[in-house]
C-alpha cells in the first residue's frame, strides 16, 4: 500500500504538490526535481496522468479484504518478535485505513494511528493536531466516514465505492442529519475548518462534485 501510494503521489509531486503527510514529504524532498509550491500548478498534469491515478486507486480498491487482512498479520508477527522499521509501521496504517479501522487485536493497535485509520476515535471529539498530518482527500474521506458510521447513503460512485467495502457500513435509506450526536456535528465543523483553512474542500458539501477525489496522499 505504501508503493501505491508514492506512485500515485508521484504523479501530483511532479506539478509541485506539498505534502501534509511527513513520510511523503520527506520521501519526495529528496529527489532534485521536486519543487512544492503554495499552490500546485495542476495544470501541469495531463489526461494521462489522471488515468493513471484512477488506475492505481482501482488497483488498490481491488486488493481483496483477506489480502489486505493477511499483509496486517504478517507485520503483526514480525512486529511480535522486534519493532518494526518506519516504512512497516506506514504499511500497517495504510492497512488500517483500507479496511475500515483497525481489525487485529485491539492491544497490538498502535497508540498513534490516525482517525482515520481508527475510526473509533471519532465516537470523542477530535482536535487539530489528529488532523494535522491529513491531506483533503483524507479530510474529505474523514468527514464523510462520520456521516457513514451513521448510515447516510452517498449519490457519489466514489463514496460508494469507498465505503461499500466496509464491514461496518450499512446505508440506512431512512437516513437524516438527525442520526448524528453532537460529537459528530462538532467533529464535522473541525474538519471542516481544516479543510477550509488548506484550501477549502474537494467537493461541495453535498458531495456531487467527484473531480478531485483521486487528489494527492
Known amino acids: 500500500m505504501r508503493e501505491l501510494t508514492l506512485m500515485r503521489n508521484t504523479i501530483y509531486a511532479r506539478a509541485g ?10 520521501h519526495f524532498r529528496r ?7 503554495p499552490t500546485p500548478d495542476l495544470g501541469k498534469l495531463t ?15 481491488a486488493i481483496p479484504r483477506d489480502t489486505l487482512m493477511s499483509q496486517q498479520k504478517a507485520l503483526l508477527d ?12 506506514i504499511e500497517l496504517e495504510l492497512l488500517a485505513v483500507h479496511l475500515g479501522g483497525w481489525t487485529a487485536d485491539p492491544e497490538l493497535k498502535p497508540e498513534d494511528l490516525s482517525p482515520l485509520a481508527d475510526p473509533t476515535q471519532l465516537d470523542a ?11 483533503l482527500r483524507d479530510l474529505r474521506m474523514l468527514r464523510n466516514t462520520i456521516y457513514a ?3 447516510r ?13 466496509m464491514e461496518w457500513y450499512t446505508p440506512d435509506e431512512a437516513y437524516s442529519d438527525a442520526k448524528l450526536t453532537p460529537i459528530d456535528r462538532k467533529n464535522i465543523r473541525l474538519i471542516q475548518s481544516v479543510e477550509k483553512a488548506s484550501g477549502g474542500p474537494l467537493t461541495d458539501y453535498e458531495h456531487k462534485v467527484e473531480e478531485g477525489w483521486f487528489f494527492a496522499a
Open 17 to 26: 504538490q506539498s505534502f501534509r503527510k511527513p513520510w511523503l514529504d520527506q
Open 153 to 165: 447513503p452517498f449519490r457519489s460512485t466514489l463514496l460508494q465505492e469507498h465505503f461499500g467495502v
Open 125 to 135: 471529539l477530535l482536535n487539530a493536531n489528529q488532523l494535522a498530518t491529513l491531506s
Open 149 to 151: 458510521r451513521r448510515g
Open 31 to 37: 529527489f532534485d526535481w521536486y519543487a512544492p509550491a
Open 78 to 89: 514480525k512486529k511480535a518478535l522486534g519493532p518494526l522499521g518506519p516504512e512497516e509501521d
Open 47 to 61: 489526461p494521462t496522468d489522471y488515468t493513471n491515478a484512477r488506475a492505481i486507486v482501482d488497483h488498490e480498491r
